[in-house]
């Protein structure tokens, strides 16, 4: 098992989390940007830098993934394509994604887009939370506990 981190928007508080998690269990993790990243000094925490552009570290993720992963995403078309290959896919804030809940969301998706496209300020996501990290980490340790037998209800 290998946790993935589409890191270019990956807030540092839960990376800071992902490396401490990664030491207590040795699990690898690979932080996959299209920049330069600063990491710990372990074994088994390896960054994957890809060329800039639309996509290309989703694309890289995609293609490595395997069943059983974990993937550390906001980004909803890359959840959607890790669920269909098995993988897990977590949110910063601590929500799984699931097959009930990626295709709503991928509409919502659409339907905030053509409300942009129109001209209507649609707002953004709240500020990042000391909740939100609490969730993350809890959400993380309870796929960490149950590796091997984890279910998403």
Not at 10 to 16: G, H, R, S, T, Y
Not at 32 to 46: D, E, F, G, K, R
Not at 92 to 106: D, K, S
Request: aromatic letters at 8%; a negative charge.
């Amino acid at each position: 098992m290998t946790i993935w981190v589409d890191a270019d928007g990956c807030p540092k508080v839960i990376k800071a989390i992902l490396f401490r998690a990664a030491e207590r269990t040795g699990i690898p993790l690979i932080l996959v940007a299209n920049h330069y990243l600063q990491t710990p000094s372990l074994h088994n925490i390896q960054t994957l830098r890809v060329a800039s552009g639309f996509d290309v570290a989703d694309t890289e993720i995609v293609k490595r993934v395997a069943g059983g992963d974990l993937v550390i995403t906001s980004d909803i078309p890359l959840a959607a394509e890790v669920i269909e290959k098995g993988a897990f896919a977590l949110m910063p804030r601590g929500e799984f994604f699931t097959w009930e809940n990626v295709q709503a969301r991928l509409d919502m998706r659409d339907f905030m887009d053509t409300m942009r496209a129109g001209g209507v300020d649609t707002g953004g996501l709240p500020a990042f939370s000391s909740s939100d990290r609490r969730e993350f980490a809890n959400s993380l340790d309870r796929y960490l506990v149950n590796q091997g037998a984890f279910s998403i209800t």
